[in-house]
């Protein structure tokens, strides 16, 4: 409150500084409409945009932010936003490789970078003048926004950008790449508009896409992952889409503008980094945040937002659950061709080990079984010596009960022709039983 006091003081000690030659926003004019608060290799930024078809005045107004502490930046020079344009403020200037230049530099926002953060934007009311604020005008909010890191997901190294639906606003995680330096890529799409973008894309409706493989129990030292699977004939993006892990922990990962699957095809997911040393597979991914529990029960989710801002559910799966399949480890559990679809898969009992054909090796030389982004396999492991046994008992059993017994009782006297008969029957699995008479 005392930043934001300080900064009217100055506005009224310097009027000419607001000498724009354009109307000061009115709330719905201009918004906060992407921010990088977390960054890896550029400054903080924070982008403003005009939605109007006039030109707007920024000198004046007052960014401030209310996260832990209270922080504010007066614009206190003539700046002006241009119709549909947009106005990066920063704390510094970008490095040459982004492409991007500051219109304004503020080192007095400082950005929370966890936990919940609000950014406003507040400027002078017109009052019916278009360059000099008189002593009577108050300063009024035009737009804030909030987001919460550790709630949300976000990532380190993506800016944060608000699509208006309506009334609503979504903070969203982006995941456009506008610069890199020494293999550090930072995310964002500081002036331009990412919103419109996501539009265009085509995203999958609930059951478009489903979860067909999952490794709960890796040896340790080696990484979870998931795989899914698109089931229409579209490629499908899954900007701004995210996984979560439902109701019993609440932690979720978005996903960047640059995960797309194939028609009728995979796509993996590892956790942490790739999934084997060599490097990812051209179909797979990293996430972050979310981990499967071994025993207890759990639950995924894959959640999109559609153009209307609605986030809807895709699909969703519990596993491990006590009553049906529990971990194994080192084997994946894969859901089989023939439960494709989004109502199957909500069944464990349409799920199957992976078959020790299966192999593959990750960070530790102990193998481990399942189809990561490729054809499951659905077959179980090797039954135990003991159980393969019992299980041919059983067969025996069975086949004599569906009548699989020859009688050759025309025969008996032919002594010759029943032991080369019996000699073919043991041969072939079959039980002769002669009758008398």
Same mark, same amino acid.
């Given at each position: 409150?005392?930043?934001?006091?300080?900064?009217?003081?100055?506005?009224?000690?310097?009027?000419?500084?607001?000498?724009?030659?354009?109307?000061?926003?009115?709330?719905? &004019?201009?918004?906060?409409?992407?921010?990088?608060?977390?960054?890896?290799?550029?400054?903080?930024?924070?982008?403003?945009?005009?939605?109007?078809?006039?030109?707007?005045?920024?000198?004046?107004c007052v960014l401030s $932010?209310?996260?832990?502490?209270?922080?504010?930046?007066?614009?206190?020079?003539?700046?002006?936003?241009?119709? $549909?344009?947009?106005?990066?403020?920063?704390?510094?200037?970008?490095?040459?490789?982004?492409?991007?230049? @500051?219109?304004?530099?503020?080192?007095?926002?400082?950005?929370?970078?966890?936990?919940?953060?609000?950014?406003?934007?507040?400027?002078?009311?017109? $009052?019916?003048?278009?360059?000099?604020?008189?002593?009577?005008?108050?300063?009024?909010?035009?737009?804030?926004?909030?987001?919460?890191?550790?709630?949300?997901?976000?990532?380190?190294?993506?800016?944060?950008?608000?699509?208006?639906?309506?009334?609503?606003?979504?903070?969203?995680?982006?995941?456009?790449?506008?610069?890199?330096?020494?293999?550090?890529?930072?995310?964002?799409?500081?002036?331009? $508009?990412?919103c419109e973008m996501l539009? &265009?894309?085509?995203?999958?409706?609930?059951?478009?896409?489903?979860?067909?493989?999952?490794?709960?129990?890796?040896?340790?030292?080696?990484?979870?992952?998931?795989?899914?699977?698109?089931?229409?004939? &579209?490629?499908?993006?899954?900007?701004?889409?995210?996984?979560?892990?439902?109701?019993?922990? @609440?932690?979720?990962?978005?996903?960047?503008?640059?995960v797309k699957i194939e028609?009728?095809?995979?796509?993996?997911?590892?956790?942490?980094?790739?999934?084997?040393?060599?490097?990812?597979?051209?179909?797979?991914?990293?996430?972050?945040?979310?981990?499967?529990?071994?025993?207890?029960?759990?639950?995924?989710?894959?959640?999109?937002?559609?153009?209307?801002?609605?986030?809807?559910?895709?699909?969703?799966?519990?596993?491990?659950?006590?009553?049906?399949?529990?971990?194994?480890?080192?084997?994946?559990?894969?859901?089989?061709?023939?439960?494709?679809?989004?109502?199957?898969?909500?069944?464990?009992?349409?799920?199957?080990?992976?078959?020790?054909?299966?192999?593959?090796?990750?960070?530790?030389?102990?193998?481990?079984?399942?189809?990561?982004?490729?054809?499951?396999?659905?077959?179980?492991?090797?039954?135990?010596?003991?159980?393969?046994?019992?299980?041919?008992?059983?067969?025996?059993?069975?086949?004599?009960?569906?009548?699989?017994?020859?009688?050759?009782?025309?025969?008996?006297?032919?002594?010759?022709?029943?032991?080369?008969?019996?000699?073919?029957?043991?041969?072939?699995?079959?039980?002769?039983?002669?009758?008398?008479?």
């Open positions: 409150m005392k930043s934001l006091l300080f900064a009217l003081f100055c506005i009224l000690m310097n009027p000419a500084a607001l000498m724009a030659g354009g109307l000061f926003p009115e709330p719905g &004019d201009a918004i906060i409409s992407e921010v990088m608060a977390n960054p890896l290799i550029g400054p903080e930024w924070i982008e403003i945009r005009n939605l109007s078809d006039n030109e707007l005045s920024l000198s004046g $932010d209310g996260g832990t502490s209270d922080h504010s930046c007066l614009i206190d020079t003539a700046r002006r936003l241009q119709p $549909d344009g947009f106005f990066i403020i920063s704390k510094g200037d970008f490095p040459g490789n982004s492409g991007v230049t @500051k219109n304004f530099a503020c080192k007095g926002i400082v950005l929370a970078n966890s936990g919940l953060e609000e950014v406003r934007l507040e400027c002078p009311s017109n $009052d019916g003048k278009r360059e000099l604020l008189p002593e009577t005008s108050q300063i009024k909010e035009i737009d804030s926004v909030h987001f919460d890191f550790d709630k949300q997901g976000f990532s380190k190294g993506h800016s944060i950008f608000f699509c208006p639906f309506g009334q609503i606003k979504f903070a969203l995680q982006s995941g456009a790449v506008f610069m890199e330096s020494y293999g550090e890529k930072e995310g964002g799409t500081p002036g331009w $508009d990412e539009t &265009d894309l085509r995203r999958p409706s609930a059951g478009e896409v489903i979860f067909t493989e999952i490794m709960i129990a890796p040896e340790a030292g080696n990484g979870e992952w998931f795989e899914i699977y698109n089931l229409t004939g &579209d490629e499908m993006f899954l900007a701004n889409c995210r996984f979560s892990e439902g109701k019993f922990s @609440k932690e979720f990962y978005f996903l960047g503008n640059d028609p009728h095809s995979y796509a993996l997911f590892s956790n942490g980094r790739c999934l084997k040393p060599d490097g990812c597979a051209e179909n797979e991914f990293i996430y972050e945040k979310i981990s499967f529990g071994n025993e207890a029960p759990g639950e995924i989710m894959l959640l999109c937002h559609a153009n209307d801002g609605n986030e809807i559910e895709i699909d969703r799966i519990s596993y491990n659950i006590v009553e049906n399949k529990k971990a194994r480890k080192k084997y994946s559990l894969e859901l089989c061709a023939a439960s494709f679809d989004a109502a199957s898969n909500d069944s464990m009992e349409q799920w199957q080990y992976a078959g020790e054909a299966d192999v593959y090796h990750s960070y530790s030389p102990a193998a481990h079984f399942g189809t990561p982004g490729k054809k499951n396999g659905c077959v179980l492991p090797p039954t135990p010596v003991e159980q393969v046994e019992s299980q041919e008992t059983v067969e025996n059993e069975s086949l004599s009960n569906r009548g699989f017994i020859c009688s050759f009782s025309e025969f008996a006297d032919s002594g010759a022709l029943i032991s080369a008969l019996a000699l073919l029957a043991l041969l072939l699995g079959i039980r002769i039983v002669a009758k008398k008479g």
